[in-house]
């Protein structure tokens, strides 16, 4: 009796990774999979996604927050988050529409912790703030040496007649984008419920596929299956 009124509450997926693994691509084919199976969702992106939150994005991918350090980068992406999460996010899933996130609060984990020197304790404080209590539902981290990365991100600016300048983290050299990556890998093993790890060296159609399979199995009721 209760599975008849039980109603499949919207949820929050977020994408995470290091440079040039492809998440833009997919949260664009994962909202457009879910849109065919006739469920509501919205993209939307970090740093960003509401205009105070951009207008802290243009700020600091500039650069021009460098000179503040780390400490306080980490202050402004979780300003922005803060601001994120009550005027779109929240809104949203209160309204039963899904969001997916192109980056959230483990990007600030791994970029200004573990790859950073902001230390763990500013960082929980943070992220307590920031997310309001409003923890994704799923955590997508594609996984990618980063000079495979690299090489892709180089052929696509080649391939679009577009020069290779690089924003302030696209810049950070070789050992810091291992550590970067290392830090997303200690994440998804930190939180082994919400996180999933997929390869992000496979051709595109196959890792939306692998990435719809990993969707439709954790959120059984997308395909009329009942709800976890
Ligand atoms: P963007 O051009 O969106 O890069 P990407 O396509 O890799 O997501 O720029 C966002 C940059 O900001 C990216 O280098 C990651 C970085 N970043 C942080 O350092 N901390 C954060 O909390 C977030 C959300 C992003």
């Known amino acids: 009796m209760l599975e008849a009124i039980k109603v ?16 833009s691509t997919q949260v664009k084919r994962l909202l457009q999979n879910l849109q065919r199976n006739a469920i509501e969702a919205v993209c939307t992106r970090e740093p960003g996604g509401t205009p105070k939150a951009e207008a802290v994005r243009s700020f600091i991918l500039q650069g021009r927050s ?11 992406f979780a300003a ?16 039963g529409i899904w969001v997916l996130s192109d980056r959230f609060h483990d990007s600030t984990r791994a970029y200004q912790g573990l790859a950073g020197s902001v230390n ?3 960082i929980d404080t943070l992220e307590s703030l920031a997310l309001d209590g409003h923890a994704p539902d799923l955590t997508i981290v594609l996984d990618m040496d980063p000079v495979a990365a690299f090489k892709r991100v180089a052929y696509r600016a080649i391939e679009d007649g577009l020069a290779l300048t690089g924003d302030r983290f696209e810049k950070e050299e070789l050992k810091w984008h291992i550590r970067l ?10 939180n082994p419920g919400r996180c999933v790890v997929i390869s992000a ?23 009329g299956g009942s709800q976890a």
């Open 8 to 23: 499949s509450r919207a949820r929050f997926i977020t994408f995470e990774g290091g440079e040039g693994v492809g998440k």
């Open 66 to 76: 460098e000179s503040w350090g780390a400490e306080a980068e980490a202050v402004l």
């Open 80 to 95: 922005a988050r803060l601001d994120h999460v009550t005027q779109l996010i929240a809104p949203n899933l209160r309204n």
């Open 120 to 122: 763990e304790r500013l």
């Open 181 to 190: 990556r290392d830090g997303f890998l200690a994440i998804a093993r930190d």
């Open 201 to 223: 060296a496979q051709h595109e159609d196959a890792l939306e596929a692998a990435i719809w399979l990993v969707v439709s199995e954790r959120f059984p009721e997308l395909l």
